[in-house]
């Protein structure tokens, strides 16, 4: 095992399980030596009550308990929290195990107890726990960076589609309105042109975090193209959304940014189109009235909002 290994393993917090004291005691004792923090519990129900206070990983419990089984233990453990279970069964003519295997419990050791045997198969389930946890994070890391624009950190295109079906269909179910705002950066390629790539690309990411800084926290942004961007505005009126779009469209204006190569500082400006969502229309429709409102506030002169 390597150290990072060991940590996460060693940092478990386990909880036993037996109505006999002595049982209960020695494993205790046992589990605290090997470098766990234990906990003990005479019954399922003073275990239940433990776990909805406490912070477990694992929890040992015997199947024999007056009250509450530990089958049934298992299968309420299961069913309410993210905790492995091991049980332990009383000789092994005894199947029950496997019962409690089919609730979701992790492993089983038979009674009595062999502590070394107990040990290994606590240390795997605790190994095979990390490593599902890191997977899950794995793959929430993955879905994040698939809806995330790598340079503005605004969504991406992809889930600005997603995410407009998804509100177009909830706006049809409960007839509530929608709007969606698009805009687009005035004469960018001149600030490309005169400061560099770089230089626009440093007005690209400030100018989404101006944008976000607009909203609710019901709506979202999205860069949508190069230097275009989208906003979705639910439970939101036509005239409702161009007032955010004016504020959106304030802010950026009184903007200022100092690119190399030019002591004085520099404002930009973006047009923008707002659109209500029209019932039932199709989604490349909505999105093309909004592109139609933004060149409508082009060609009237640029920094400007159109409906
Ligand atoms: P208009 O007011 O009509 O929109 O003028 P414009 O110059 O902004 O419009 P045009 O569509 O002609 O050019 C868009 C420019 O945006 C061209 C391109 O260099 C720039 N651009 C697009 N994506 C990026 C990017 O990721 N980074 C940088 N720095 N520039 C980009
Ligand atoms: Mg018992
Ligand atoms: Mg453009
Ligand atoms: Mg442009």
Redesign the pocket.
Known sequence: MNNGESEAVMDAHILIVDDDSAIRTAMQEFVEMSGFTCQTAASAEAALDLLRDGCFDVVITDIMLPGMDGLDLTDRIKNNHNIDVIVMTGYSGDYSYEEAVSKGASDFVFKPVRFEELLLRLRRVLKERRLTQERIDMLEKLKRLSITDG?TQLYNSRYFYNQLKLEIDRTTRYQRPLSLLLM?????????DNYG?????R??VRLGQVIRSCLRKMDSAYRY???EFTVILPETEGGEAATVAERIRAAVQADRYHPKGDDQPISITI?IGVTEYHRPEEIALFVQRADRAMYQS?QAG?NRVSC
């Open positions: 340079l687009d950066i005035d004469h960018f390629k001149d600030y490309n790539h770089l230089e626009g690309d007005v690209l193209g190069g230097e047009s082009k640029r």
